[in-house]
């Protein structure tokens, strides 16, 4: 690091004269240094990461298993481009994942750089497999940051923006939301009102959804609801896409979301956790499905580098000798726990919801109007950095606050951090009351 740029002060000076302000930053600190679960700013200050490169480093910061796969690779193969020729750790991973996905059937997969270019593929797969253009997203859903992305994506702010307009044949739909009584009867209701009023079902591609929605607040689907929308897509032909991008990888207990309802998805899009920290995404699918876009027509220079797909084999491979899955399993019995003992304790939690170690509260005005209150959700948010422990917060209105710790994190540390929130709520209830 350059001299002149060594504190804090002077790195966000840096900063700001130097990044498009459009780059959001959610805390104004620069890490040094990361390892498991803990990250230490350029000061030497520790914080307690439940974060994790939003969702990415499930296996932790600097996994051993991940660096030295990495370092293996550096010495052979960094990048060669899949279209080129092929290498093995692509090869090898694509056959790990068809396995574990596709649970005997036929499976094929692509990998590809970023969640986004993963979702822009399995619609354009989708598309060239049934020959339709129509998609239909969820409420509340986020699919990326790319104009397809954005255009799927059910929040207005911060994502759309003035960038329109926006890829057409898009249809939104109400996504089941327990809370604010949108139950799986009428979600089901309104998706069929979509077909009589916007689009008939045999002009519909693709159906894409979230088994839990991540950015828009936490919400999981209901088993009944992903059975139903398996049964609707099946009877019409649609190809089901499960978004897997938050969800995989161990964060709901299970390897991938969809897997608590028991279905079968046509196609799924992978990506954050899959690689522990590089950046690899990919969709896996039904390889009739997978097979229907003609050579040539997916690819990508970067997609499947072999670093990304060497460290992600390190985090399979992690999942299976340290079962990961278990301790996901335990431990988001015991975050569930303590966060639905603080919303005994603080009235301005609303909602306690999540599955497996995806969990989060939700912050209200007051419990009976459920008003959202994203103000003091921000006011804990930064109340908890200061006392050690970094957090981020989600929901259309911004004002639920999402847990992401690594599967890798002690009991020990996850009680300091429900302590911290606890800190952080109660020094929002003595404002109230001053």
């Known amino acids: 690091m350059s001299a002149a740029h060594s504190t804090a002060a002077e790195l966000a000076a840096l900063r700001n004269a130097n990044i498009a302000r459009g780059v959001l930053t959610a805390h104004p600190i620069t890490i ?16 307690l990461d439940f974060v994790a490169g939003i969702g990415v480093l499930n296996v932790g910061h600097n996994h051993p298993r991940v660096v ?57 797969i989708a598309r060239a497999y049934t020959n339709r253009s129509a998609v239909i997203a969820f409420r509340g859903g986020f699919h990326g940051r790319t104009m397809l992305g954005v255009s799927l994506t059910g929040m207005s702010q911060p994502y759309k923006q003035n960038f329109g307009p926006f890829a057409s044949e898009i249809f939104h739909t109400p996504f089941p ?41 936490f919400l999981p689907a209901p088993v009944a609801f992903l059975k ?74 970067y997609g499947g580098n072999a670093i990304g ?37 603080h009235s301005m939690i609303g909602d306690v919801r999540g599955r497996g170690f995806m969990q989060a509260i939700e912050l209200v005005t007051d419990r009976k109007t459920k008003t959202p209150d994203p103000d003091r959700a921000q006011r804990v948010i930064d109340n908890a950095r200061q006392r050690g422990l970094l957090v981020i917060k989600c929901g259309v209105h911004r004002n639920v606050i999402r847990f992401l710790a690594p599967l890798v994190v002690s009991d020990e540390h996850l009680d300091e951090a429900l302590g911290i929130i606890d800190a952080a709520l109660s020094a929002e209830s003595v404002k109230a009351v001053a």
């Open 68 to 124: 030295a796969a990495v370092e293996k690779q550096l010495t052979s193969i960094t990048h060669m481009a899949f279209q080129v020729a092929a290498y093995r750790p692509y090869l090898e991973l694509a056959e790990k994942l068809n396995g574990l996905i596709g649970k005997g059937e036929a499976y094929k997969s692509i990998f590809l750089t970023s969640g986004a270019e993963a979702v822009e593929n399995a619609v354009k």
């Open 177 to 217: 939301d327990a809370y604010r009584n949108m139950t799986t009867e009428r979600a089901l209701e309104a998706l069929d009102e979509v077909f009589a009023t916007d689009i008939t079902a045999d002009r519909v591609a693709a159906i894409i959804i979230e088994p839990v929605q991540g950015d828009g607040g």
């Open 228 to 301: 139903a929308l398996r049964e609707i897509t099946k009877r019409h032909g649609i190809v089901l896409i499960a978004d897997e991008i938050q969800t995989g990888f161990g964060r709901t207990g299970k390897l991938f979301g969809f897997e608590h309802s028991g279905i079968q998805p046509d196609l799924v899009t992978v990506a954050k956790s899959l690689a522990g920290g590089f950046p690899l995404s990919g969709v896996v699918g039904r390889a009739e499905i997978m097979d229907a876009p003609l050579p040539g027509g997916l690819g990508g220079t």
């Open 309 to 345: 797909c060497a460290a992600a084999l390190a985090v399979i491979e992690t999942f299976e000798q340290d079962k990961l899955l278990d301790r996901a399993e335990r431990l988001g019995e015991k975050l569930e726990a303590g966060l639905r003992e603080l919303a005994r304790k």
């Open 32 to 47: 040094a240094r990361a390892e498991g679960a803990l990250v230490w700013d350029v000061e030497g200050k520790q914080y």
